[in-house]
Structures are given as C-alpha cells and as structure tokens.
C-alpha cells in the first residue's frame, strides 16, 4: 500500500485530479490487449515533461516500480504492472508541438494519438507511415516504446526508422535529448535506437521527433488467389526481384479467408490457400506501371483470381476482406492470442504448412495472416479463457510456434515486442550472450531496477 | 614495447606472417585519411572469427588497447592507435559468406570491399545503395563502425538502414549474435544499431548480415544552376514537396564550382552561386515523369542553367564535374579536412553563408558541396600542413564550423563519426546528460577500456 505522505506528494506534483487510487481506476491500468492482468497501486497522469520528472525522482527516492504506458493497446503484457507500484501514463501529454514542412518534421508528446498524428500530417500533404492496426486508439509514445510495426513496413519501414530524435526522462530523474531534426547524425552512440524498442525498462519518453515524408500522389491495389501457398510466396520473390516495391503485401490463409467470409459473406474464394492484397503507391504514372506488372505476374504466377482496384472506392472494396478478419475472428472464439513472428521471406510456405499442423495437433483454430513481403506473420491462436484445459493448449501451440520460427532463422516478434508474453522463449531466439550484454546495459542504466520491472528479461 | 612471449603468443594465434612489428609495416596502420598519427605496438591481421576471439582474449588478459581497422579511409582520427597496444587489421577477412537472392541479404566478413560488394550483388540483380566516396577500398567492417552513408542516403538511407544483424567479438573475447535474416525484429534492445556507428569502441565486428534491395531499372540525372543559394535550396524542398524523392540531390558552392572548373575546364557556370545534380531513379516509366516533374520546377525555379541526362553516358557526362571534387582540390592546397555537419534542411542556406565568411575571416579556402537534400554538407578546408600557423587558423576555422552546425540544431557528425577530431566540440552538440549515458555503456560493456580507447569521448 501507498503511503498518505507519497501519495500527497504526487498529488502536489500533478494535481489531484491526475492521481488515480481508486480500485475502479486501478483496474483501468492493470491490463492492456492481451489477457494478462496486474493491479498497480497507484496511477499518475502527467501533463508535462516536469511533472514526469518529478515523479520519477519520487519512484526513484523509493525504489518503487514505475511502469510507462499509453493507450494499452500493447499485445506481449509489456504495460502490465506485474509489481505492482506506479502506472505513469502519458495519455494526457497529446500536443503536436510542431509540423515542421520545411524539414519535414513532427515533433509530438508520447500521449498523441498515431492516427492523430497521420492525419495532421496529411492535411500539410505530408505522410506518417508507420500503421499499426490499433493506429485510431495506440499513442506515438507506446509504438516507440514497442516499436511497433504494420502493414506499410514493406516500403516505408516500421516506428525506428522515423524516430529523429528522444526527449528521455532517465530513473533518476535527470533528462536527456537524443538526436534531432538533422536527417543524418553519427555523433556518439545511437541511443535513440537503444531506447526505441526497449519498452519502457530504461527511461520515460516524454518528446518524439518524427521524419514524415510527402504523401504518395495515388495508389492502387490488386487482390490474388492461390491454389497453393507456394506459388504465393514464389510471387512474392518475382514481385520484389521486378524491382516493383508495394507499399503492401498482405497475406491470408484459408481459415482466415473462410473466417471472414462467414463474417462477410462476400464471395471470397473459400478453397483458396492464400489470398494476396498488394498495394502500390507513388506517381500516377508508377502506380499505373506497376499495377500492370503485378496483376501480370499474379496471373504468370497460377493465380486463381485476379482483381485490380485503380480508385479509392475500388480499393476500399478489395481492402475490406483484409480489415475485418479481426471483428470476424470474435465469432469463432471469445478470445484470441495474436502473435507476431518475423522470419526470412523464404520460410513462409514452410512456417505456414507448420502453423496449420500445429493448429491440428493443438486442436486449436489458428489463422494466419500478416505481412508476408517482410516475413511477418500473425499467427492468431483463437480460444476460450475460462477453459482451463484449453489455456493450456493454447500455451503449448504458442511454444511450438515460435520453436518454428526460430528454428528457420527468425525472431519471436517482428512488432509487438517481448513483454510477459514471450520472454520464457527468449533462449529460443537469442544466445545468452546477447541476452548478458542486454541485461548488464538494464543494469548499467537503471541499477535500482525501478523502469517496468519484469519486462523483458525472464526474472528481471 | 610488446614482450616477446606475448608476441610469439599471438604469432601462435594468426601466424608468423599476419603478425606485424617492423618500423616500416606499423608506420602503414599508424594513421587514417586524416593527419592525425600514432604508431601502434603491433598489428594483427586475423583471417577467421576465432583468431579475433583469440587475439582479443590476449588484449583482455593484458588490458592491452585494441583497435580495429578497417581499410583507413577513416575521415575522423577514428582508427589511430593514440594509446598504442594492438592494431586489429580486419582485411583479410574479405569473404562475401553469402548472397540470398530469395531473402535479399548478404552476410559479409568485415574486410569485404563496400564496391566489391556492391558489383558482386549486381550480378544478381541486386543493389547495396550505401555509397561513400571511398567506395573502391573501404571495407563494409569500417563503413559499419562509423555508420558510413553517401549521396543516395535521402532516397536509400546509410549503412545503418541495411545492417539486419551482427556477430560481435566482445572485449572479454566470448563472442555474440545480434538480429539476424528477419526483416522485422523487436526481440530484446536494439544491440545491432547501438555497435553499428560505435567507432570500435565496443567491441570487434567479425560478420555482418546486410539487408540487399533489387536494382533500380534505370535512372537519369538533372544539372541545374543557380544564381541565388536560396533559390537552389528552395528547389530542394519543392521537388520533395512535389512527391519526387530523387535518389541523390548534390550541391556544389561557388568556390567548387570554380576549383573544379579550373581542373576541368569543361565550361562550368562560374558565375552560378550554386549548382544542383539531381539523380531520380526507378522504373523507366517514373523515372521518365519524374526527370520532366525534376526540369520543369528548376525551371520554374530561376534556374539559371538546366541540363537533362536520360542515357547512361550523358549522366557520366553530367556527373564529372561532382566526382572531380575531389582530386581538383589537391591543386589548391595539398591538404584538406573535410568536415560533414549535418543540419535541419532549412537550414542550408543560412550555413553556406556563414562557411563562406568564415572563409574569409580566417583567410582559408573552404569549398562546400554534398547532400543538401538530407543536410549533409561537406565543408573542405584546404591548407598546407607544413605551416603552423595556417594550421592554427585551420583549427579555429573548423571550431567555427561547429559552432554554426549545432547552433541551428544540427549535428557534428553525419556520415565520419567523431573519432579523435570533433571530440573536443562534443559538448557543443550533446548535453552532458546525453554524453554520460554513453559513457555508462562504454564502462559497462567495456570495463577496462581496452577497445579503442580515447575514441569519440573526450580523455576517455
């Protein structure tokens, strides 16, 4: 239990509307996208970068658990405070302190909202690239603590590659700025990249300095059938070697065709084995290009159906499929487990034929889906939490998918980060070496052990 | 001096014939492309991961200085022995272990030549855009220390943004493996990105797995000059603005224009206060579009010249005058540093401008040209080392330079790393805060400061 006098103490520090102690509101906190759950005692909402400060001083003095947080939106527990001590989160730090169209530029508070942020961007013509699927409700702050992926990754790279620069609020209170708005920097180590990813365990993001990029004049996109799963993953090879880069390759295999054809019920092709939704953007020009030389390919490639969308309303049609497979996954079972292995491109007929085995054996329904031109894949396990027996299952399906993943050269997560989740198969990925060098950094740089405790690092 | 048992030790490790100890043989690996000069205790030139293992195991026990070495076309004081101990020579480790055309990677030894690279994956149609100057000797092992970029960085980043996964002796001697085939990869801290860019400070790269993208399908080029540095900077950021991301946008100041023409004599605009190559690459039918967008925004632009290049041989035409910078200068004075501050883009004018008076206060010729779309310039003093006092002005002249970088929120450093030559303006570019973070890795990861030491930070 929090002491009255600490208590008063943040209190002073950020208001007394802005400390939450309630067990209504401590519930709130103690949970994010994955089924895990932990009670924090005590939730602070700062609403700048001093009053994180101060905060932190206070975690600091005490040595009590300080756990970041944005939207919660997190899928491996990485926001769940598993010790308990305080929620800090920056959900109300949401100003764009600045787009800068000259050098093309944002600079944001952690608690921005990332479609926010897309779209401010977009009225100055200019582009934010990074979309997780949470992108209407996930923070800026939570994706640069995950660093957090989504489909664009293909062309356009994932959160690190647009992080410019850090405001970073260190354990012990001090704060310190990484890079800035100069495009290239090799001045001393690349801590902007050490605290991108790191979830939270060695610091407080309290500024972000984002690269946008001009928005792609137009796009378009071509929607493919296939028989087998090898020749989608063959076109996708042929696709990139033409020099065409998409700005997406989406994959679905046949349950989750069928899944959210049952939801849809838009005549998908339910007997495929994989459904392709491959997108181009760029100048008119490219784009009309390169819709010819994909949906070419596709049909070179034995696809079973071919279908190209060239305007808007076009596209929203062939996208819809793609964007509901998660309100029609909630049908099937009333909970899910959404991974997010990342292996070589060549592996993914193979890691896709294992998945389903692992689907049978585990007697589990499992589809698949995800970002096949970058080897990201989101195996999502469906099952009832209040079975037991079932939770079990559902545990050794997850180990045996990231057993395949690793085994052929992959990682454990290609954008949802480590957290709770997946950090008792942290040795199937990582030798300990790496993981030796990664904890004694933790050490160096929070030895009293107070930035998101637990995360991570198996008994951190 | 080095005992002769530890000598014959080390003979024992990599051979009679890799061992180096004559006057003349360290006098070759006692400097870099700089002026600087220190003669090491010994080189050691290993052929296999376990010979640097072996080797660093050595340095660790005696707590011996090792510096790792690449080709030496280091700009920055960056692999000069300062403290003597042992030069680790990493070029005859020039194995290309594999080019995967399915996955688009390469995993290289560090020795391997960057354009031998870069030929060797064109044979399979594929293409390693980081370009530095010196890209026939430097070795991929150096551009990876110190995070090399080039022209093409603003469409095609630097080497950074193509290193996928590293095997790293530490400076205990066990050896470690960082990120991997996977394109995507968020498991643990990002260690990949804190070696790549650490000047050798932390440990010994001995593999390096590079992401490969495929060849563009062609590309042509637009000179332009300007009489006003305004008007060409402006243009820079209307071509962005318009959605054309060329691959390479090089500025060359008056004074370049001028001791590049006097080399020459090709008829280059003297008069011009700035002259723009501009390079769009991509599918014929968008390079096409672009090169007409790229002409007629010049155009519009008060361009004072316009030139067009659509075949391969008028681009060559078109790009001599860019690639005689270098040995045109050698002419004016027999010495050059060349400084790569890296600014917010807006910024460019106001920075040529300050340059060019610095010039004159300090009585020194200062050509400036580079990569005015990513900020990147290249101010290159020219003097005579052989008088004092000029090298005095040279000293304060790139002090100045410094000053007016980081004064408008931009960067030491963006492609030659600090080294031994920018460290003493560390603080004009990094709060103390920031600077101590790195240091507390260096300590931790390194505690007897045997790698390199006396790099990047100042009596370290």
Redesign the interface.
């Given at each position: 239990m929090i002491e009255a006098k600490l208590l008063d103490e943040l209190r002073d520090i950020v208001g007394e509307e802005n400390v939450l102690t309630t067990p209504e509101e401590l519930l709130c906190y103690s949970y994010d996208s994955t089924v895990l759950q932990h009670l924090p005692e005590i939730v602070v909402l700062p609403r700048t970068t001093a009053e994180v400060i101060a905060t932190v001083k206070v975690a600091h003095r005490e040595k009590m658990p300080l756990v970041p947080r944005g939207a919660g939106t997190n899928l491996a527990g990485g926001t769940i405070p598993i010790r308990g001590g305080i929620v800090l989160s920056l959900t109300r730090m949401t100003d764009i302190l600045e787009i800068?169209?000259?050098?093309?530029?944002a600079v944001v508070q952690p608690g921005v909202v990332t479609g926010k942020l897309q779209a401010q961007a977009a009225k100055q013509?200019l582009y934010y690239p990074p979309d997780p699927a949470s992108l209407k409700v996930t923070t800026i702050g939570g994706n640069v603590g995950?660093?957090a992926?989504g489909p664009h990754?293909l062309k356009y790279g994932?959160t690190?590659?647009y992080v410019m620069g850090l405001q970073v609020v260190?354990p012990s209170g001090?704060?310190?700025?990484?890079g800035?708005?100069?495009?290239?920097?090799?001045?001393?180590?690349?801590?902007t990249?050490?605290y991108?990813?790191?979830e939270g365990t060695l610091g407080v993001i309290t500024e972000i300095t984002l690269r946008l990029?001009?928005?792609?004049?137009t796009s378009g996109s071509v929607l493919a059938a296939f028989a087998d799963l090898d020749d989608a993953a063959i076109l996708v090879?042929r696709i990139?070697?033409?020099?065409?880069?998409p700005a997406v390759i989406e994959i679905m295999d046949q349950m989750t065709i069928q899944t959210v054809d049952d939801y849809l019920q838009s005549g998908l092709p339910r007997e495929a084995a994989a459904l392709l939704l491959i997108q181009m953007d760029?100048?008119?020009?490219?784009v009309?290009?390169?819709l010819g030389?994909v949906a070419q390919l596709c049909r070179d490639n034995k696809a079973t159906m071919v279908e190209v969308a060239k305007t808007p309303g076009e596209e929203a049609t062939l996208w819809k499929a793609r964007q509901s497979i998660s309100p029609s996954l909630t049908r099937v079972r009333p909970n899910k487990l959404g991974e997010d292995i990342?292996?070589?491109?060549?592996a993914i007929p193979q890691v896709v034929r294992r998945v389903q085995e692992i689907s049978r054996q585990r007697d589990l329904p499992i589809v698949i889906f995800g970002?096949i031109s970058?080897?990201?894949l989101h195996p999502n396990i469906l099952f009832d939490q209040s079975d037991p027996e079932e939770m079990e299952r559902v545990e050794a399906a997850s180990g045996d998918i990231f057993e395949i993943a690793t085994s052929v050269?992959?990682?454990?997560?290609?954008?949802?980060?480590?957290g709770l989740l997946?950090q008792k198969y942290?040795k199937l990925?990582?030798?300990d070496?790496?993981?030796e060098?990664?904890r004694?950094?933790?050490?160096?740089?929070d030895p009293d052990n107070i930035m998101n405790p637990g995360k991570?690092f198996p008994d951190s």
């Open positions: 800068d169209t000259i050098n093309m530029v013509g995950m660093n992926g990754a994932v690190s590659d260190l001090e704060v310190i700025r990484t800035g708005k100069a495009i290239k920097n090799v001045t001393g180590y690349n801590l990249q050490l991108v990813g790191s990029i001009p928005q792609p004049e090879n990139l070697q033409s020099g065409v880069t760029g100048v008119q020009a490219a009309d290009q390169e030389v990342s292996v070589p491109r060549e970002h970058d080897g990201n050269g992959g990682t454990l997560s290609g954008e949802h980060g480590i997946k942290l990925d990582l030798p070496g790496t993981v060098v990664m004694t950094i933790k050490r160096a740089l991570i």
